[in-house]
C-alpha cells in the first residue's frame, strides 16, 4: 500500500515536470532506497526504454528507432546512442533497460520491422553488440529480447504463443 501510493504520486509528479531537476532526481533516489529498505530485497528500477527515454519521460532526447540506427551501418553510432539512452535512465534511478530487440526484421513478423536492428542477420549482430556494449559503459544493464524471436516463415507473437524457429544461421 504505501510504496505503491508513494511510488503513484513521484510517477505522477515526473509526468507532470517540464524537466528532472535535482529535486526529483532526490526524490527518485529516496524512494528507490527507501523501497529497498521496505522490502527487505534491493528495489529495482527497469524499463523498456528501446525508443529511448522520450516515450517515458517527454523531456529527455528523442532516438531513432533500432532499424533507424542499424541505416547508419556505423556500431559507434548505436554504442553512442545506448550511452546516452543509458545516462538518462540513470537521471531516473534506473539501471536495467530492457533493450535492445534483436529480432531479425520480417514482413513477418509485423511488431519487429522497426524494433530490430535489420533483417540482414550480421548487421543485426554488430549493431546489437555495440548496444549492449554502449549501455553497459554507463553502468546500466541491457537486456536482449526476443531472441530467438520466431521464423520469417510463420508470423506467432512470441509474447502469446510458442514459435517455430526454422531458421538457422
Known amino acids: ?5 508513494d511510488f503513484v504520486n513521484l510517477a505522477e509528479e515526473i509526468a507532470n515536470a517540464d524537466n528532472i531537476d535535482y529535486e526529483i ?3 527518485i533516489r529516496k524512494f528507490c532506497e527507501q523501497a529497498s ?10 524499463v523498456g ?3 529511448g527515454c522520450r516515450p517515458l519521460f517527454p523531456f529527455f532526447n528523442d532516438t531513432p528507432s ?5 541505416a547508419t551501418r556505423d556500431p559507434q553510432a548505436a ?19 530492457w533493450a535492445p530487440v534483436c529480432d531479425n526484421n520480417s514482413p513477418f513478423r509485423a511488431s519487429s520491422l522497426t524494433r530490430g536492428f535489420s533483417s540482414d542477420v550480421d548487421l543485426s549482430i554488430e549493431m546489437t553488440k555495440a548496444y549492449v556494449e ?3 559503459s554507463e553502468n546500466v544493464a541491457a537486456c536482449l529480447k526476443h531472441f530467438p524471436g520466431g521464423d520469417s516463415f510463420e508470423y506467432r507473437d512470441t509474447h502469446f504463443s510458442e514459435a517455430l524457429i526454422n531458421d538457422s544461421y
Do not use: C
Not at 533500432?66 to 542499424?70: E, K, L, S
Not at 546512442?81 to 534506473?94: G, N, P, Q, V, Y
Open 37 to 46: 529498505k521496505n522490502l527487505k530485497v534491493p528495489f529495482i528500477s527497469v
Open 66 to 70: 533500432n532499424n533507424g540506427i542499424a
Open 79 to 97: 554504442y553512442e546512442i545506448a550511452a546516452s539512452i543509458a545516462r538518462e535512465l540513470k537521471m531516473s534511478a534506473t539501471y536495467w533497460n
Open 1 to 5: 500500500g504505501h510504496i505503491k501510493m
Open 134 to 136: 554502449g549501455t553497459q
Open 49 to 51: 526504454a528501446e525508443r
Open 25 to 27: 532526481d532526490e526524490k
